[in-house]
């Protein structure tokens, strides 16, 4: 999730009180399973990170999520694990917030094989200045497609977030590899990477995650549970793409969706966050058709989601589809932070 404006920025007095997955004496989201399951099959011929090809050890894989507070937006980060080994699943935004899940995955003691970002926006790779330090041999992959917008976009989005969040920010962030392959193995078990789909970058870097012994996708910004959709960089036509992204999904039959944003860590991760998705993205299309400026949009969409968080990722959405300048979001919306 990125804005089009200078720079995104957040608004830190909103939606702070939130519970942080796996924090400590907080509840764990862990989804357990050693079925396979006829959506994306483990193939003996395709090459695995890490693994040799024909390697016949197959384990039981468990997943658990990190999910921030609000004032960074609900993001959520995903580690797949099993007895020995592990992946990452986006990295976090603030450093404070890396350091928290990076503690996480050093406690399970597994060997951590990769970070896989799933978008290039800032509040999905920012933390992997921390993770980089915490686990330097472990490499951080984007599709290339992803990376290519990464390059292009990542100095402007460092340089706001050190204005915005000063201390709590990097000064730098690694640059991620080129995902080598899209079929992954943790301990045996297939990961798949599905790569390249639209969600909410307006060029189609968003990719999602299939771990088909657990039913489980991990949806990066592709879906959003009880918070505010990003839409601020996206347009109509790229909406009806997203759509096809998460019909895409559905075809999978997963009995988990992970979203890549999320109010709290209690809410449940099923297949409802993408009905829910979709259903959001229809109402924010016939929202704006009868909006005639952005704040009537905004209250027009709070109205319809009164216990959604993130009401400022709602006010982004908005100011980017009227294409309003930081001034005129601030005569609408009064002063505070841009977008």
Not at 32 to 51: F, I, K, N, Y
Not at 71 to 98: C, H, K, M, W
Not at 305 to 322: H, K, M, N
């Amino acid at each position: 999730m990125q804005t089009s404006l200078k720079f995104r920025s957040f608004r830190p007095v909103w939606g702070m009180c939130v519970l942080v997955c796996c924090s400590a004496g907080a509840p764990q989201q862990t989804v357990r399973g050693s079925t396979p399951w006829s959506g994306l099959e483990d193939t003996a011929d395709a090459p695995a990170l890490g693994v040799a090809q024909g390697a016949q050890r197959i384990e039981s894989l468990q997943v658990l999520t990190h999910v921030s507070k609000l004032n960074t937006f609900g993001v959520t980060s995903t580690l797949i694990y099993g007895p020995t080994e592990a992946i990452l699943v986006d990295a976090q935004f603030r450093n404070s917030e890396a350091t928290a899940l990076a503690d996480q995955v050093a406690a399970k003691g597994k060997k951590l094989k990769a970070i896989f970002i799933t978008e290039p926006d800032e509040d999905h790779y920012m933390g992997t200045a921390v993770l980089h330090q915490r686990f330097p041999n472990t490499p951080i992959y984007m599709t290339a497609d992803a990376l290519a917008h990464f390059q292009k976009v990542s100095p402007r989005q460092v340089a706001g977030a050190k204005i915005f969040l000063a201390g709590d920010a990097p000064d730098a962030v690694p640059t991620p590899e080129v995902l080598p392959h899209t079929h992954l193995l943790v301990d045996g078990r297939s990961v798949e990477i599905i790569p390249d789909s639209q969600g909410d970058v307006l060029d189609r870097t968003n990719s999602f995650v299939w771990v088909p012994a657990l039913r489980t996708v991990i949806a990066g910004g592709i879906a959003f549970n009880h918070v505010h959709v990003y839409l601020g960089d996206s347009t109509e036509e790229s909406r009806q793409r997203w759509q096809d992204s998460i019909k895409r999904i559905q075809s999978l039959h997963p009995r988990v969706v992970i979203a890549g944003h999320k109010k709290s860590t209690g809410l449940k991760d099923t297949s409802q966050v993408l009905i829910a998705t979709s259903e959001y993205l229809q109402a924010f299309d016939a929202a704006r058709k009868s909006a005639s400026d952005a704040k009537a949009l905004v209250d027009s969409m709070k109205q319809k989601y009164p216990d959604y968080g993130s009401e400022f990722v709602l006010v982004c959405s908005a100011a980017g589809s009227f294409n309003l300048t930081p001034e005129q979001i601030k005569q609408q919306f009064g002063p505070g932070p841009g977008c």
